[in-house]
């Protein structure tokens, strides 16, 4: 007599004993971390040799939910952990995984300055449009006109542009999509990890308790059909051109994916060629 | 308990030299293994990582010129974690902003020097002139409770020798450990002996032995502290700096709370005796103490012989080890002098621990400024003078 076992092929990259997670019905976030780890069997890389860095908010609870060395770190401040990390470690394949108040806002010097450096690093940056964890404060991510619990009539500043500002940064790998197109992001996971350099993944995803909700979009799973109707995908698409308003057109995909030698790469070839064979090297770990 | 090492000589300039007190902090730093610094230029600390830029290629570590203080000083507990012997430097207003990371450091219990070159404050001060008004900042300055360790050197000489104490403070109480200079110590240049390699005892990085399977990452042992281990071993930690259990899981509720920032909490002050360093001078007859620290215990010095050539008996204390405070001993004079006479470059931090500590056995007077000079040695007489009526 034989036994069925139903096995979940993502359980060995989950910290089981931590669920149920935090995170709402409907929300994306689960979504991509779901990519995350079928992206990671994908990629074949030891997951011995994976770390984890998160900020802090709803995206930033990844890091204590993914089996892997895994850093929760302060607000805003997971990607100078990051680098600090992979420099001090250069074997490790190290993913920043937050959200966009987290990476973008309080965080957003970080960003730029890492971009610039071509630290070989991911970025996975979740963008629910607010801040989900406070309780749904406008963000500098929320497009023009939506509510928000600090943006009541109507949000009016102008949003960044995320792909554009990693582009316009110095990001070798840049590419957008939704919560709703699960095998490009793990797609595209899969090739910004393998990526020299500093890789930008934007992840639209619903926020159905408090972005939805306050801006009668209905639940996730309208969210969903939204995604899935408002999406275009544009391989290539210039970055410049891939602003996000509350109803309109959203462009989706791999937008810039080119060759730049990292942070370590440009270390190491300027200390050799000054110093010569006194150049001692990194001294990682 | 690990055993002691001593240093490697990759990074020891053995021998004697004419450096000021940031150099040798840097030197101390090198001699102590240290090979990853993130930083920002901050007047009066930037020599110190002028000198590693400059040094580091050569003895095989990084360093890193970071956009801010925030990112510098969460740099380096990233490269901690990664396996690196980490520092940063700063002065006050990058002081401040490093307050958040000094409590994740707290938290996490990652082993790190932090260095702070005073300059006279509040906000932009008087960047290049000295100060001692971040003393307290440094016990309490970032939120919540933790305990930390700092130290004070009064020499380029101490600067180099503490530097090193500071590294090994750090890993055997797995703890920010903070070099409170000022900025006088930091540009005065002095002779500095470097001792070789094998005269430098190291506290290695507490690496547990025990398995991944058998391994909890804040589970403490019987001396509160915890053992180590770096990303990429195969142990899958997990490091937060919420309230965590031993599995480092984040757990919200005040019974763990109580565990884990009771134990932070009492790692330093179960051993401050041991901890705790300080100085004395002519202190056997002394009817006046003075408790002076940094640039400023060099005058008080000056001021005591001063004083003793007009028969007045006075005596010099001065902490080494800043946090943990020489308690005891402060409670212990109090019993048998007239008076203390606190002498620093603010307007009275350390002044209300030895206040506290004489709990009125004793008068405690406070000769205090905001910083911009050192005390004159007169002035110091004359409030002297005062204390010993």
Same mark, same amino acid.
């Given at each position: 007599?034989?036994?069925?076992?139903?096995?979940?092929?993502?359980?060995?990259?989950?910290? %089981?004993?931590?669920?149920?997670?935090?995170?709402?019905?409907?929300?994306?976030?689960?979504?991509?971390?779901?990519?995350?780890?079928?992206?990671?069997?994908?990629?074949?890389?030891?997951?011995?040799?994976?770390?984890?860095?998160?900020?802090?908010?709803?995206?930033?609870?990844?890091?204590?939910?993914?089996?892997?060395?895994?850093?929760?770190?302060?607000?805003?401040?997971?990607?100078?952990?990051?680098?600090?990390?992979?420099?001090?470690?250069?074997?490790?394949? @190290?993913?920043? #995984?937050?959200?966009?108040?987290?990476?973008?806002?309080?965080?957003?010097?970080?960003?730029?300055?890492?971009? +610039?450096?071509?630290?070989?690093?991911?970025?996975?940056?979740?963008?629910?449009?607010?801040?989900?964890?406070?309780?749904?404060?406008?963000?500098?991510?929320?497009?023009?006109?939506?509510?928000?619990?600090?943006?009541?009539?109507?949000?009016?500043?102008?949003?960044?542009?995320? $792909?554009?500002?990693?582009?316009?940064?110095?990001?070798?790998?840049?590419?957008?999509?939704?919560?709703?197109?699960? =095998?490009?992001?793990?797609?595209?996971?899969?090739?910004?990890?393998?990526?020299?350099?500093?890789?930008?993944?934007?992840?639209?995803?619903?926020?159905?308790?408090?972005?939805?909700? =306050?801006?009668?979009?209905?639940?996730?799973?309208?969210?969903?059909?939204?995604?899935?109707?408002?999406?275009?995908?544009?391989?290539?698409?210039?970055?410049?051109?891939?602003?996000?308003?509350?109803?309109?057109?959203?462009?989706?995909?791999?937008?810039?994916?080119?060759?730049?030698?990292?942070?370590?790469?440009?270390?190491?070839?300027?200390? +050799?060629?000054?110093?010569?064979?006194?150049?001692?090297?990194?001294?990682?770990? | 308990?690990?055993?002691?090492?001593?240093?490697?000589?990759?990074?020891?300039?053995?021998?004697?030299?004419?450096?000021?007190?940031?150099?040798?902090?840097?030197?101390?730093?090198?001699?102590?293994?240290?090979? !990853?610094?993130?930083?920002?230029?901050?007047?009066?600390?930037?020599?110190?990582? *002028?000198?590693?830029?400059?040094?580091?290629?050569?003895?095989?570590?990084?360093?890193?010129?970071?956009?801010?203080?925030?990112?510098?000083?969460?740099?380096?507990?990233?490269?901690?974690?990664?396996?690196?012997?980490?520092?940063?430097?700063?002065?006050?207003?990058?002081?401040?902003?490093?307050?958040?990371?000094?409590? #994740?450091?707290?938290?996490?219990?990652?082993?790190?020097?932090?260095?702070? @070159?005073?300059?006279?404050? $509040?906000?932009?001060?008087?960047?290049?002139?000295?100060?001692?008004?971040?003393?307290?900042?440094?016990?309490?300055?970032?939120?919540?409770?933790?305990?930390?360790?700092?130290?004070?050197?009064?020499?380029?000489?101490?600067?180099?020798?503490?530097?090193?104490?500071? !590294?090994?403070?750090?890993?055997?109480?797995?703890?920010?450990?903070?070099?409170?200079?000022?900025?006088?110590?930091?540009?005065?240049?002095?002779?500095?002996?470097?001792?070789? $390699?094998?005269?430098?005892?190291? #506290?290695?990085?507490?690496? %547990?032995?025990?398995?991944?399977?058998?391994?909890?990452?804040?589970?403490?042992?019987?001396?509160?502290?915890?053992?180590?281990?770096?990303?990429?071993?195969?142990?899958?930690?997990?490091?937060?700096?919420?309230?965590?259990?031993?599995?480092?899981?984040?757990?919200?509720?005040?019974?763990?709370?109580?565990?884990?920032?009771?134990?932070?909490?009492?790692?330093?002050?179960?051993?401050? *005796?041991?901890?705790?360093?300080?100085?004395?001078?002519?202190?056997?007859?002394?009817?006046?103490?003075?408790?002076?620290?940094?640039?400023?215990?060099?005058?008080?010095?000056?001021?005591?012989?001063?004083?003793?050539?007009?028969?007045? +008996?006075?005596?010099?204390?001065?902490?080494?080890?800043?946090?943990?405070?020489?308690?005891?001993?402060?409670?212990?004079?109090?019993? +048998?002098?007239?008076?203390?006479?606190?002498?620093?470059?603010?307007?009275?931090?350390?002044? #209300?621990?030895?206040? =506290?500590?004489?709990?009125?056995?004793?008068?405690?007077?406070?000769?205090?400024?905001?910083?911009?000079?050192?005390?004159?040695?007169?002035?110091?007489?004359?409030?002297?003078?005062?204390?010993?009526?």
């Amino acid at each position: 007599m034989s036994t069925l076992t139903q096995i979940n092929p993502v359980e060995p990259f989950l910290r %089981t004993d931590r669920m149920p997670h935090i995170w709402c019905p409907g929300c994306g976030i689960g979504t991509t971390v779901n990519c995350f780890a079928r992206a990671l069997v994908e990629s074949k890389l030891p997951l011995d040799k994976v770390a984890l860095v998160s900020g802090i908010g709803c995206t930033g609870r990844v890091a204590g939910y993914v089996n892997l060395d895994s850093f929760h770190t302060t607000h805003g401040r997971a990607i100078p952990f990051a680098t600090g990390l992979k420099l001090a470690n250069p074997a490790l394949n @190290v993913v920043v #995984y937050s959200g966009d108040g987290d990476l973008i806002s309080i965080g957003g010097n970080h960003f730029i300055h890492a971009a +610039r450096r071509n630290v070989d690093i991911t970025v996975i940056c979740v963008n629910n449009f607010i801040y989900g964890m406070t309780g749904g404060q406008v963000a500098p991510t929320t497009p023009l006109g939506a509510v928000a619990s600090t943006s009541p009539y109507g949000c009016y500043e102008h949003a960044f542009n995320l $792909p554009f500002l990693a582009e316009s940064s110095g990001a070798v790998y840049v590419a957008r999509w939704t919560a709703f197109h699960v =095998r490009h992001i793990a797609h595209s996971m899969v090739e910004a990890i393998k990526k020299k350099g500093f890789s930008f993944i934007e992840i639209l995803a619903p926020c159905p308790t408090l972005f939805q909700r =306050r801006n009668k979009m209905g639940d996730g799973l309208d969210t969903m059909r939204q995604y899935k109707q408002r999406s275009v995908i544009k391989n290539g698409a210039h970055t410049r051109e891939v602003d996000i308003d509350l109803q309109g057109e959203i462009v989706v995909g791999k937008f810039v994916d080119i060759e730049r030698p990292t942070l370590q790469q440009s270390m190491e070839q300027q200390l +050799r060629q000054t110093l010569r064979d006194q150049y001692a090297g990194m001294g990682g770990a | 308990m690990p055993t002691l090492t001593t240093a490697s000589s990759k990074g020891v300039l053995t021998g004697a030299h004419f450096l000021d007190g940031d150099q040798a902090a840097c030197e101390g730093a090198l001699a102590a293994g240290a090979n !990853f610094v993130a930083g920002y230029p901050i007047t009066p600390s930037t020599e110190i990582v *002028e000198r590693f830029a400059s040094r580091i290629p050569t003895v095989g570590g990084v360093f890193l010129q970071m956009e801010d203080e925030l990112a510098s000083s969460i740099a380096i507990v990233g490269a901690a974690w990664g396996g690196a012997k980490v520092f940063t430097v700063t002065s006050g207003p990058g002081f401040s902003l490093m307050m958040e990371h000094l409590g #994740y450091a707290a938290m996490t219990e990652t082993p790190l020097v932090l260095v702070d @070159v005073q300059r006279g404050g $509040p906000s932009t001060g008087l960047p290049t002139l000295p100060g001692q008004g971040d003393m307290m900042q440094a016990r309490w300055g970032s939120h919540g409770d933790y305990e930390v360790i700092a130290l004070c050197p009064n020499s380029p000489q101490e600067c180099f020798d503490l530097m090193i104490d500071a !590294f090994n403070l750090a890993e055997e109480y797995r703890t920010p450990v903070l070099l409170m200079m000022d900025e006088s110590v930091g540009h005065m240049t002095e002779k500095v002996v470097i001792p070789s $390699p094998d005269k430098i005892s190291i #506290y290695p990085r507490r690496y %547990t032995s025990l398995p991944p399977a058998e391994y909890l990452p804040f589970r403490a042992g019987a001396d509160g502290i915890p053992e180590m281990v770096k990303a990429g071993d195969g142990y899958r930690i997990h490091v937060t700096g919420l309230t965590h259990d031993e599995k480092g899981y984040p757990a919200m509720n005040w019974k763990e709370q109580k565990k884990l920032v009771g134990r932070l909490v009492s790692k330093i002050r179960d051993n401050a *005796e041991r901890i705790a360093r300080w100085e004395e001078h002519e202190m056997q007859d002394a009817d006046v103490v003075m408790v002076a620290y940094g640039i400023t215990s060099r005058v008080a010095q000056r001021a005591m012989q001063l004083a003793r050539a007009e028969g007045l +008996r006075v005596g010099l204390l001065r902490p080494i080890v800043a946090w943990p405070f020489p308690e005891k001993r402060i409670r212990e004079l109090a019993q +048998r002098v007239h008076s203390f006479l606190v002498v620093e470059m603010n307007y009275g931090q350390m002044f #209300y621990e030895v206040e =506290r500590l004489a709990a009125g056995h004793a008068r405690t007077e406070l000769l205090g400024h905001g910083g911009g000079m050192v005390h004159e040695p007169e002035e110091i007489l004359q409030a002297l003078r005062e204390a010993a009526q």
